[in-house]
């Protein structure tokens, strides 16, 4: 007997939004991604009768919201299915963005065509969109409609990469958009120190694509169907959706899933073996049924949270304060943490927080590549602190270890530690390869020459972003008008370099004929963080400290802008 399936109510809803409200509440202006897709219009549905029905101030809901609608253009019915989408919002209650994708516009790449990887340049293409609308309407917060249906599907995509039981959790409820994940500034992946502000939420994950319907229908909701999803000879994830949407609860017969085309049953196969490598108690098997996939990656998505949770409580635990930029661990009890996961999770989360590589990337964590932070997992956990080989090392993502004797004056020195002091591994940016694209030397005299010649807007400011590490921010109209005067005029031009070990951006005012000048930069002595370094500040200060004091400090900010926190 086939069960049906229940609407979502109002109450199981306000509890779904409450798992993934960002950490500073809700904004005043949601945006919701819609499509116009029975996801999208069941999520936007739930969130007009919540927002309209509830005393929501305070940030307990958010207070209004806005459809954003991306129109690729790579179907026929494209225009018709934006057209409908519109439509359906408006008998919601809610206005509608479209945002049309200009091919061959910058950022945009030309219009993908037949035999091309649409898919993924078409999901790139739409990101962007949805960033540029967000920032168009003032909305820091967007909306998804993916569901635990969805969850399987990532989590079935994820097995055919071989991934760990962390990455079979699938989706999160919520995330930080991120810096990108494309190297050129600009570029159509590239989001800045922008998408650091930016949130991503999933409120109907835990919810099942059958339930979404049976909301749909008892709420009487039009939408969008697009067939090709469910044709299982297109792609992969088509013929999982296909499987998922299975009218019954049975297992999927050996027999049926040799029957699909080859190189969907092939990638099926590499599925049940990755799966069956696995040690879950609830097996991630693609013949299973709908209910036991979804069981399973719901326990995957609850071992992932118990895993960050634990790495956060470590991290803290064993760090030691560090230079700005870079992140100090104290191994000497670091072998408390017995948890594979969880030592890969920190690691994890320090070479994001370190590298140059643009935050929320797969670059910045080495590539996910497990031997690569089973190495990096050796050396912490397992190197002699007194061992002479005990060397400066890296392992991906452009991070590099250093041991390090944590002193009691507050200083870091490389020698084994005597008895009473704390040894560990400070981890860095690494040295800049010339060929990579993520230059240590940035010439900024065009864009402080345009701030200058703006008079209309009234605080103007100039933001530049340096190794995707930190976010420099100029005040024009404060600028020492001996240097104005010469980007003005042409004679002058101002570079930002990278200054010490850790390569911390240092301003520079350039003239031919005549010596480098300091502008700004991050005025701290280096090596000297601790927290009993107040003691002897005075002393180290007189050694370490730069003797050229910078000739703009007041109107030039220095933030490190990247976070070691979980999402």
């Given at each position: 007997m086939v069960s049906v399936a229940a609407a979502i109510t109002d109450s199981e809803f306000v509890t779904m939004l409450s798992r993934c409200r960002p950490p500073g509440g809700w904004p005043s202006r949601l945006a919701v991604a819609f499509s116009g897709g029975a996801d999208s219009t069941c999520l936007l549905f739930l969130l007009q009768r919540v927002i309209s029905s509830r005393e929501h101030h305070?940030?307990?809901?958010?207070?209004?919201?806005?459809?954003?609608?991306?129109?690729?253009?790579?179907?026929?019915?494209?225009?018709?299915?934006?057209?409908?989408?519109?439509?359906?919002?408006?008998?919601?209650?809610?206005?509608?963005?479209?945002?049309?994708?200009?091919?061959?516009?910058?950022?945009?790449?030309?219009?993908?065509?037949?035999?091309d990887a649409v898919e993924g340049v078409a999901r790139a293409a739409r990101y962007r969109a949805l960033f540029d609308e967000m920032t168009d309407?003032?909305?820091?917060?967007?909306?998804?409609?993916?569901?635990?249906?969805?969850?399987?599907?990532?989590?079935?995509?994820?097995?055919?990469?071989?991934?760990?039981?962390?990455?079979?959790?699938?989706?999160?409820?919520?995330?930080?958009?991120?810096?990108?994940?494309?190297?050129?500034?600009?570029?159509?992946?590239?989001?800045?120190?922008?998408?650091?502000?930016?949130?991503?939420?999933?409120?109907?994950?835990?919810?099942?694509?059958?339930?979404?319907?049976?909301?749909?229908?008892?709420?009487?909701?039009?939408?969008?169907?697009?067939?090709?999803?469910?044709?299982?000879?297109l792609t992969v994830r088509n013929a999982i959706r296909h499987l998922l949407a299975r009218p019954d609860a049975s297992k999927l017969p050996l027999d049926e899933l040799r029957a699909w085309p080859s190189a969907v049953a092939a990638q099926f196969a590499e599925m049940k073996k990755s799966a069956d490598s696995l040690d879950m108690p609830i097996p991630l098997d693609i013949t299973s049924s709908p209910e036991e996939l979804r069981g399973a990656v719901t326990w995957a998505a609850q071992r992932l949270d118990d895993v960050e949770n634990n790495a956060t409580v470590a991290l803290s635990r064993h760090s030691v304060?560090?230079?700005?930029?870079?992140?100090?661990?104290?191994?000497?009890?670091?072998?408390?943490?017995?948890?594979?996961?969880?030592?890969?999770?920190?690691?994890?989360?320090?070479?994001?927080?370190?590298?140059?590589?643009?935050?929320?990337?797969?670059?910045?964590?080495?590539?996910?590549?497990?031997?690569?932070?089973?190495?990096?997992?050796?050396?912490?956990?397992?190197?002699?602190?007194?061992?002479?080989?005990?060397?400066?090392?890296?392992?991906?993502?452009?991070?590099?270890?250093?041991?390090?004797?944590?002193?009691?004056?507050?200083?870091?020195?490389?020698?084994?530690?005597?008895?009473?002091?704390?040894?560990?591994?400070?981890?860095?940016?690494?040295?800049?390869?010339?060929?990579?694209?993520?230059?240590?030397?940035?010439?900024?005299?065009?864009?402080?020459?345009?701030?200058?010649?703006?008079?209309?807007?009234?605080?103007?400011?100039?933001?530049?972003?340096?190794?995707?590490?930190?976010l420099l921010t100029f005040r024009p109209p404060s600028m020492p008008g001996e240097v104005s005067k010469s980007l003005l005029g042409g004679t002058g031009r101002v570079v930002v370099v990278a200054e010490a070990k850790w390569f911390w951006p240092k301003v520079i005012w350039q003239r031919a004929g005549q010596e480098d000048a300091v502008l700004a930069r991050i005025s701290m002595p280096e090596m000297v963080w601790y927290q009993r370094f107040e003691a002897v500040k005075e002393v180290v200060r007189s050694k370490n400290a730069p003797t050229e004091e910078p000739l703009w400090e007041e109107g030039v900010s220095i933030d490190f802008i990247r976070t070691l926190d979980e999402v």
């Open positions: 305070k940030g307990i809901l958010p207070r209004a919201m806005i459809a954003i609608n991306v129109n690729h253009g790579l179907q026929s019915s494209s225009n018709d299915m934006s057209k409908r989408a519109r439509g359906i919002a408006k008998a919601i209650g809610v206005h509608t963005h479209e945002h049309r994708i200009a091919w061959a516009n910058p950022p945009f790449p030309p219009r993908p065509s037949a035999g309407v003032g909305a820091s917060v967007v909306a998804f409609g993916h569901h635990a249906d969805d969850q399987v599907e990532t989590a079935l995509m994820r097995l055919t990469r071989g991934s760990t039981e962390l990455g079979l959790a699938g989706m999160r409820p919520i995330r930080r958009w991120g810096m990108g994940f494309g190297a050129e500034e600009g570029g159509l992946g590239s989001f800045g120190h922008e998408g650091m502000k930016r949130w991503i939420v999933r409120p109907l994950l835990r919810v099942s694509k059958d339930r979404i319907l049976a909301t749909c229908a008892e709420n009487k909701l039009e939408y969008v169907t697009d067939k090709s999803n469910f044709e299982p000879d304060q560090s230079p700005p930029s870079t992140f100090l661990l104290a191994t000497d009890k670091l072998r408390a943490v017995t948890d594979p996961m969880v030592r890969m999770t920190m690691v994890l989360r320090i070479l994001r927080y370190i590298s140059p590589s643009p935050w929320g990337s797969v670059a910045s964590q080495a590539g996910r590549r497990v031997a690569s932070l089973q190495r990096v997992i050796e050396r912490l956990w397992n190197s002699d602190p007194s061992s002479p080989d005990r060397a400066a090392f890296e392992a991906g993502a452009r991070v590099l270890w250093t041991p390090a004797r944590i002193c009691a004056d507050g200083r870091l020195k490389r020698l084994a530690p005597r008895p009473g002091e704390r040894f560990g591994w400070i981890a860095s940016r690494a040295r800049p390869e010339k060929l990579l694209p993520t230059a240590t030397e940035l010439d900024i005299t065009d864009v402080l020459r345009e701030g200058l010649r703006d008079t209309q807007t009234p605080g103007a400011k100039v933001e530049v972003i340096y190794d995707n590490r930190f």
